[in-house]
């Protein structure tokens, strides 16, 4: 089994929310961050969508070794952040806790499957890029959009 400080998600989120100070939690431990309603609240309420464990000598990191874990409260549009102290001895809980919320995510994409996309899928990607490559191509012989930003 993978271990979670493995994973390299792709592209990043920032910590706290654009639009406003103050939504970026700290907590002493895991054991903390266990008695809050961001742990044992309503899934579909504090709806997790990411997370990234950052451990010295993975990815590039160098500093302390803590978890991210990146919410919507979706019933108030409030986008935050919690970041918590963790060692390799929290894995198995941690481990539990993202699989619990991965279930709300999986129930919020329903009927849409979240594993690899399907044969449908890739053949109607091949027909879009088809599609675009005609595109370019038309405008091309036509003159269309010389000058436009690229």
């Known amino acids: 089994m993978?271990?979670?400080w493995e994973i390299d998600h792709p592209y990043y989120a920032n910590e706290g929310n654009y639009y406003k100070a103050g939504l970026h939690n700290q907590f002493a431990?895991?054991?903390?961050f266990?008695?809050?309603?961001?742990?044992?609240?309503?899934?579909d309420l504090n709806l997790l969508y990411r997370w990234d464990w950052r451990k010295p000598g993975h990815h590039e990191w160098d500093g302390p070794e803590y978890l991210l874990l990146f919410f919507m409260l979706q019933r108030k549009a409030i986008c935050c952040?919690?970041?918590?102290?963790?060692?390799?001895?929290?894995?198995?809980?941690?481990r539990w806790f993202l699989e619990d919320c991965a279930q709300a995510m999986?129930?919020?994409?329903?009927p849409i499957a979240?594993?690899?996309?399907?044969?449908?899928?890739?053949?109607l990607r091949g027909e879009i890029a088809e599609l675009?490559?005609?595109n370019a191509d038309y405008e091309?012989?036509?003159?269309?959009?010389?000058?436009?930003?690229a």
């Open 106 to 110: 999986r129930a919020t994409w329903e």
């Open 114 to 123: 979240l594993g690899q996309p399907g044969e449908e899928g890739a053949r």
């Open 29 to 32: 431990s895991w054991d903390e």
């Open 140 to 149: 091309k012989a036509f003159g269309l959009n010389e000058g436009a930003a």
């Open 81 to 94: 952040s919690v970041e918590i102290p963790v060692t390799e001895a929290d894995e198995p809980r941690v």
């Open 2 to 4: 993978t271990h979670l």
């Open 132 to 134: 675009r490559q005609e």
């Open 34 to 43: 266990m008695t809050t309603t961001f742990f044992d609240g309503d899934r």
